[in-house]
């Protein structure tokens, strides 16, 4: 030791070397927990999931509205999006065979009554990434296994699509449920999504859980807080701040904002605390004053956790 710190010199050089070795000591710890910081991002980005809700419009318009003028505007926003799951409303026999062939995608659901060309609720995902381990569709109604029963004055019989699904990637299995609540009975509304968060309990409890939807109401109606009682908003747990469109997810086609008459949104995703939102965004697909349906998709990144989130 006298022949380390003999003099001043000496002292001060040794002080000044430990100090040395402290400060990278720290930097290589410091390093390291930013490695393993990656290391989680790495791994949250390999295994995200891209999920949306997606009203795609029945094929009942002219020009430039055509179902034919905007399959073409409806698969660039899906692919560029890169959409792996998505909850469709108003989607009829033909449009659904025309999806499928286009984004190679498949689907499960069933129309909403035996009528030919009828609406669905089907959810299309990308098989190379999802096998489907089971599937149903009910109606919302006091008889919910009947097609085409109807209940609550609602002016359209209306059902629930849901699927266990498994990520071929991962091996994690999550259900994803999609509705389309009435656009006119405030009863059919709520008793409909009564119907729909009583029935689809177990799946709730047991797996990670999204709910997507057209539910004909906003944040403040009674059918998004029954919701919210039990799920929660992927806006508002969203990791990162919401991107895209303003409030309002349904446009009726008017570029100008001025002249649409929702300004919040009324089609959501919802999660259970098994599912970790990375983002959440309203995807504004207007291009030359024209977009792909009357309704804005919405979309979240998310994660399947073996846990409840914290």
């Avoid at 070397?17 to 790495?42: E, N, T």
């Avoid at 799951?85 to 129309?111: C, H, M, N, R, W």
């Avoid at 001025?258 to 949104?265: A, F, I, L």
Wanted: net charge neutral; aromatic share 8%; glycine share 6%.
């Amino acid at each position: 030791m006298k022949f380390l710190f003999g003099s001043k010199t000496n002292r001060l050089s040794a002080v000044l070397m430990i100090a040395a070795c402290a400060a990278l000591c720290l930097v290589a710890a410091l390093d390291l927990s930013g490695a393993q910081v990656s290391k989680a991002d790495a791994a949250a980005e390999k295994n995200l999931i891209r999920v949306a809700t997606y009203n795609v419009r029945g094929p009942n318009d002219r020009s430039p509205n055509s179902w034919r003028d905007r399959l073409p505007r409806m698969v660039r926003t899906i692919r560029e999006n890169k959409f792996e799951v998505i909850g469709t409303q108003e989607t009829l026999s033909g449009p659904i065979k025309d999806l499928k062939e286009a984004l190679k995608f498949d689907y499960f659901g069933v129309g909403r009554d035996k009528r030919k060309g009828d609406e669905h609720n089907v959810i299309f995902y990308d098989p190379e990434r999802f096998q489907v381990i089971s599937q149903e569709t009910f109606w919302l109604s006091g008889d919910p296994t009947v097609p085409g029963s109807i209940a609550w004055d609602s002016s359209l019989p209306r059902i629930c699509t849901w699927g266990l699904l498994q990520d071929r990637r991962t091996g994690k299995r999550f259900v994803i449920a999609n509705t389309h609540l009435d656009h006119q009975s405030a009863m059919a509304r709520v008793q409909g999504i009564n119907l729909v968060l009583t029935r689809l309990a177990p799946m709730i409890e047991q797996y990670p859980f999204i709910l997507t939807g057209d539910f004909n109401s906003t944040a403040d109606d009674m059918p998004v807080r029954r919701v919210l009682g039990v799920l929660r908003d992927a806006r508002t747990v969203s990791e990162t701040d919401h991107y895209g469109a303003g409030d309002e997810t349904f446009h009726d086609f008017h570029v100008n904002r001025r002249e649409r008459s929702h300004r919040k949104p009324i089609d959501f995703i919802f999660v259970n605390d098994r599912v970790r939102v990375l983002s959440h965004g309203t995807i504004n697909d207007f291009r030359n004053g024209l977009a792909s349906s009357d309704h804005f998709p919405v979309t979240a990144e998310i994660v399947l956790l073996d846990a409840p989130a914290q």
